[in-house]
């Protein structure tokens, strides 16, 4: 009914009096009726319904891929109302203080990472072996990236005097490389937790092998279940994993020197 409503208000069709033969004939055959009713509005330069019915397609058509358009355009970056956040390793080290500690300076190599936490996202935990990772809210860049200057400020914090493994062309006695095992908010039956776990492995580069390897591992409860409070408990175990860090390469140090 609205395509004939529409039809008639754009191309009027005119009406044609029909004989009684013609009606019993358009009883029996009304599409005969039809096909003649399109050619003789054809022949006065009217398009039949077909034609009608294929514009009014296309532009149907025409419309419905640009709502699809603008639809798109709408949706790239954040949605609209939905804030995204984006957070720090700091767990608020002391600051550096001139080196104390004898036994030579510490080269340290660029952390690595265990698979899963090579990425910005920001990992949370609810069960053994699975990591999720939550859609708003990200670390501003990838944790091993920021751990580096962290462990340089730790030791020279503790009187360890460092040298970083980008700055290159220096021989040093000592050589620490750390591996990044966790940095996770984890949700389970005790609670919310952020829970940090790192490798480290001390080498004696005047000499062949390694002194020592030892895996540090902290816990601190989240005040809450949300990401924030998770970022919070995350920084202050990695403050306590890197603490820990400082005394043992303070010690090993301490005991190898001659």
Known sequence: MILRALTNTIWPTPRVRLSGCC????????GTIAKKRNAAAAAQGQPNVQIILARVLGISSVLLVCAVMLSACGTIGPE???DSHTYLLDPGLPAAQPGAVHGGMVQVAAPSVRAGYDTADMVYTRRPYELEYYALNEWASPPAAML?????RTLEAAGITTLVTSAGGRETRWRLDTELLELAHAHDEAGSTGQVALWAQLTRMDRSGTVSTRRFEARRPASAAEPYAGVAAMNEALGDVLNELAEFVG??????TR
């Open 80 to 82: 609209r109302g939905v």
């Open 148 to 152: 580096q200057p962290l462990v340089v």
């Open 251 to 256: 010690a090993t140090l301490a005991a190898h």
């Open 23 to 30: 009606k019993a004939h358009f009883a029996g055959s009304s």
